[in-house]
């Protein structure tokens, strides 16, 4: 059965940094391509960054590029987003997600981006 644990999420101040993590288990973790999205209410999710699963190469969105960092430790299972500067139009749901031969979604943790 496949399942996330999702952490890091919360209370940041503008400026401020919070670190997501999330494990994965259920599934070949290391062969698959680790994204972030995010969803602002009412809207559709939003892709923020990705990291592939061999080739160690990563993708940001134009709005969180040089403040959010993506890693990923397979020994741990573990994808990370690392974000720094935060901002108010940070404040969304964000979800972590697997890709390979199947999708996989977690169920998302809360980051408000608040003074």
């Known amino acids: 059965q496949v399942q996330f644990v999702e952490s890091g999420g919360g209370l940041a101040q503008p400026g401020g940094s919070l670190t997501l993590s999330c494990v994965g288990s259920?599934?070949?973790?290391?062969?698959?391509?680790m994204t972030w999205y995010r969803q602002f209410p009412g809207k559709e999710r939003e892709w923020v960054a990705h990291i592939h699963a061999t080739d160690p190469g990563t993708s940001y969105v134009d709005s969180v590029k040089g403040r959010f960092t993506i890693s990923r430790d397979n020994a741990k299972n573990t994808v990370y987003l690392q974000m720094n500067n935060l901002k108010p139009e940070d404040t969304a749901v964000y979800y972590c997600k697997a890709a390979g031969d199947k999708s996989y979604w977690g169920r998302g943790i809360q980051v408000t981006v608040s003074s």
């Open positions: 259920g599934f070949p973790f290391s062969s698959y391509t």
